[in-house]
């Protein structure tokens, strides 16, 4: 009697030395001295990340971080434990400064890429432990850029350690029932005692990472104004010799649909001590900006990580599945499938590193105005397109698995519900695109984006990249005409259409960045395969700024018959347009 099949699962190695797109952009985009200082310490950790990280996750499938309210004689203890993952996690982001090695700028302006470099392979490997590690990262930028002494000297050399003793991770408590996006609407308040402590009073919904050390927590102190401007920044400590501090009460964990390893807390915040971060007792969300453009970043590399590990794992089980006589990998239908995504990757990775170049420039003082600008336009553009690509791309991976992709012990099914958070956390893809529109009007133009494109342009020579690269020129004149026309029209206008302007930008982008970084490879590495992925994308639908009527939307949406969208729609406008290619496919149907 034959022995029962058993499939081979799919495999990890190490995840520097098989990813081809990361191997190249680190030759292209770093200076010889900077490259041969980081590239062994990539393929360390890369090592790590495909085989003892990933082992380890593996066994840790079930893991979910546990909270006791009650000590045993009935004291208040809110005691969260976290997963055997996260704890070799905290310990080994310390030790390979995933966090410092933006602020020690021992690369200069490569120092923030290096940083990035680093996330994207420790992320899928430490189940989302790159969510404290972004908000640590953001609180030290945000205290930093404040500049009030105090803290910084307090809070920013641990949040920076690489230390696993003294190292600090941060939360930030924004997120109310009252409002999520909209954070104007917070109830939290912030109240003087006698003696000039500050206590913060309230219900924070939704703070990520609770097991942190501190946070940055927007309330309104008394008397203010409601609305964003009436909000202060305060800097809360959280704990105590591992103990929560007094006047901090952990209500719950979350129960969400990914992310589970991560502890997420509804908190009460009792008279929790807290300082200001600013003189200005005002305008917090201003002052929290700084936060939210580096975790957008980490979402947008975050994004690019987990599309990454999905089509690793998925490219080496295509190798070992067999079906129809053969290995799946070698049926023409899969190849094309698995090569959609890998275009898909290479796309959104070059855009989401294109912003870490321009940060890293910022904050190294090498960037010039229209860089900075560049960077505040970006931002928004990385982080929600990337984000949705993030969820198809998985999607579509968990299905190169057939059932097993939907099996929870596979520890494939994590990937997606993971990959879900990310259009939703620092901001959801409408609150991104409307920050879009404020961004142009912040920087006042629409210049710094013309000026990359041309720069893309100018750098394709390959007449298959030039080809290429016209579905984004076209669909980009098409979004910065769409701009002109809405900003005459009015606000309603611009806002009706903003998600499919910035879609439309973010796609043409990574198509034009895959381009130019074809043609170095082409010219340098003497490989084709960007350029095959960039044709790809320009298959794709790029332009998504088609000129839809609003009303169509509000009728939609409210669900009811319209007399004057049935005389547009039957009878049109008098006009009759005739379409050739339309009448010939009538001669097939």
């Not at 995840?15 to 900077?34: C, E, G, I, K």
Request: glycine residues 8%.
């Amino acid at each position: 009697m034959a022995a029962d099949f058993v499939q081979e699962p799919p495999e990890l190695h190490n995840q520097y030395n098989q990813d081809r797109v990361l191997r190249s952009y680190v030759q292209r985009q770093l200076p010889d001295a900077v490259r041969s200082a980081v590239e062994p310490e990539l393929v360390d950790l890369g090592d790590k990340a495909g085989n003892a990280l990933y082992d380890l996750q593996q066994s840790d499938l079930d893991s979910e971080p546990t909270l006791t309210r009650w000590g045993p004689w009935g004291d208040r203890v809110d005691r969260i434990e976290v997963t055997d993952v996260w704890k070799r996690a905290e310990t080994l982001a310390a030790e390979r400064g995933i966090v410092a090695t933006a602020y020690e700028q021992e690369h200069g302006a490569h120092s923030r890429v290096h940083q990035m470099l680093l996330a994207y392979l420790f992320i899928p490997s430490t189940d989302m432990y790159g969510c404290p590690l972004a908000m640590t990262d953001g609180a030290a930028r945000t205290l930093i850029e404040v500049g009030r002494e105090p803290l910084i000297d307090e809070a920013v050399p641990r949040l920076t350690s690489r230390d696993p003793e003294t190292f600090w991770t941060s939360g930030q408590w924004m997120t109310e029932l009252s409002g999520g996006s909209d954070v104007g609407r917070s109830r939290t308040t912030a109240r003087q005692d006698a003696d000039g402590t500050w206590r913060l009073h309230g219900r924070k919904w939704f703070t990520s990472a609770i097991t942190a050390d501190m946070a940055l927590a927007l309330a309104r102190p008394a008397g203010n104004p409601e609305g964003g401007a009436g909000l202060a920044l305060f800097y809360v400590p959280i704990r105590d010799d591992d103990e929560l501090r007094e006047g901090l009460r952990v209500n719950r964990l979350k129960d969400k649909l990914g992310t589970r390893k991560l502890p997420t807390a509804e908190l009460t915040l009792d008279g929790a001590a807290a300082r200001p971060v600013t003189d200005d007792l005002a305008h917090g969300t201003r002052h929290v900006a700084p936060m939210l453009n580096v975790t957008r970043t980490w979402n947008a590399v975050t994004a690019v990580s987990l599309i990454r590990r999905g089509l690793a794992l998925a490219r080496d089980y295509a190798q070992k599945r067999e079906a129809f006589g053969e290995a799946i990998i070698n049926h023409p239908l899969h190849q094309e499938t698995l090569a959609d995504v890998q275009a898909t990757l290479e796309g959104s990775f070059h855009l989401a590193f294109r912003g870490a170049e321009l940060m890293g420039a910022r904050e190294a003082g090498t960037a010039n105005e229209t860089e900075a600008a560049l960077l505040r336009l970006l931002t928004p553009l990385s982080k929600l397109t990337t984000a949705k690509q993030a969820v198809s791309a998985t999607s579509e991976l968990l299905e190169a698995f057939g059932g097993a992709g939907y099996v929870e012990d596979t520890g494939l099914p994590a990937l997606h519900r993971d990959a879900q958070v990310l259009p939703i956390w620092e901001g959801t893809t409408n609150v991104l695109a409307l920050d879009l529109l404020r961004a142009l009007r912040d920087v006042g133009s629409i210049a710094p984006l013309n000026d990359e494109v041309r720069r893309c342009v100018e750098a394709v020579e390959a007449p298959t990249l030039t080809r290429a690269i016209r579905p984004a020129v076209r669909a980009y004149r098409d979004a910065v005409g769409w701009l002109k026309k809405a900003l005459d029209e009015g606000e309603e206008a611009l806002q009706a259409g903003a998600r499919r302007f910035a879609l439309t930008l973010g796609h043409s982008l990574e198509l034009l960045y895959t381009a130019r970084h074809a043609q170095w490879s082409l010219r340098t590495e003497q490989d084709g395969r960007s350029a095959a992925a960039a044709d790809r994308l320009a298959t794709r639908q790029v332009n998504r700024i088609a000129d839809l009527d609003s009303h169509d939307a509000y009728v939609l949406v409210w669900d009811f018959n319209c007399p004057t969208l049935f005389d547009c729609h039957a009878q049109g406008d008098g006009t009759t347009t005739e379409d050739p290619e339309l009448e010939s496919l009538s001669d097939v149907m």
